[in-house]
């Protein structure tokens, strides 16, 4: 069976007045719309579609790649509320519903909000829900220290940033590890710094360890590079003029410096860093 809200490999079965008719080895077949066929085919060539329903419930295939899938979560805005529902922008021509049980809050027109997209069911269709603690849990953990782990920012808080680890996690970005400006919807790339005897997640935006010296190493090597040789930053400025020129912590800045000296690509003055070539 074809499934509904995710993307699919299928072939050009066959031309047709309407669109293409793409199929798979089970036999299932999805209209692919004129408006969606490339420019150049032939029949059997392969096609990454996305299939969901269009306006007439009717599965339906298309090349744009939706701003979220089946069973993930994304943040997007609301664009229309009706007497049945709330309706949301999700990049493809019929909107994603949000019936109004599944609102934490009553949503407003222009608004943004962190969604979980999943299939009712009944109907067959695709929703999303504002309600996403309960797609969440942190109870049986896959993780440990310094993984890479995707993360989208779901509100912050004078604690810090929560995130929504991995499509299935709940983690916390603590304000004195953050050093650039992040912003709810945001969608980053972190690492766990640590993992809580209770299961919380404390996340991290910079790779600890001696894995993040030599990317911080070359992005100063470039940044040098980029100001005639010269940053008017050594060990012993202050944290906030290192975040600000840099968005580093004083910490990774001074490690990476060190393998910038250690390797003799680098001067170390009073006024600054100097690059050596």
């Not at 809200?5 to 793409?22: A, S």
């Not at 899938?69 to 949301?88: P, Q």
């Not at 005897?197 to 894995?211: C, N, S, T």
């Not at 910490?251 to 390797?263: H, N, P, Q, R, V």
Request: proline fraction near 4%; include cysteine; glycine fraction near 6%.
């Amino acid at each position: 069976m074809l499934e509904i809200g995710k993307y699919h490999t299928m072939r050009i079965d066959r031309e047709t007045e309407p669109g293409l008719f793409l199929s798979n080895e089970a036999g299932d077949d999805v209209l692919l719309p004129n408006k969606y066929v490339p420019d150049e085919y032939k029949i059997w060539d392969e096609l990454e579609v996305y299939v969901y329903l269009d306006h007439e419930e009717r599965p339906v295939a298309t090349t744009l790649k939706p701003y979220i899938e089946l069973n993930s979560f994304g943040y997007l805005r609301c664009t229309t509320v009706s007497d049945i529902g709330a309706f949301l922008d999700w990049g493809l021509e019929k909107e994603l519903f949000v019936p109004f049980a599944q609102q934490a809050r009553p949503m407003k027109v222009g608004s943004w909000y962190i969604v979980y997209m999943y299939l009712d069911e009944k109907t067959n269709r695709l929703a999303a829900t504002s309600k996403t603690i309960k797609y969440l849990s942190n109870d049986t953990l896959d993780l440990k220290k310094f993984d890479k782990v995707s993360l989208l920012i779901s509100h912050i808080t004078d604690r810090g940033a929560n995130a929504i680890v991995n499509s299935k996690h709940k983690g916390l970005i603590y304000k004195e590890d953050i050093f650039e400006d992040i912003r709810t919807g945001d969608q980053l790339e972190g690492w766990v710094k640590k993992i809580r005897p209770d299961g919380k997640i404390d996340i991290v935006l910079q790779e600890e360890g001696y894995k993040s010296i030599e990317p911080n190493a070359q992005y100063i090597y470039e940044e040098l590079a980029a100001n005639d040789g010269f940053l008017p930053l050594h060990d012993k400025s202050d944290p906030e003029d290192i975040q600000s020129q840099l968005g580093l912590s004083k910490k990774s800045f001074k490690k990476a410096i060190g393998t910038l000296y250690k390797d003799q690509k680098i001067l170390i003055k009073e006024d600054g860093i100097y690059s050596v070539e």
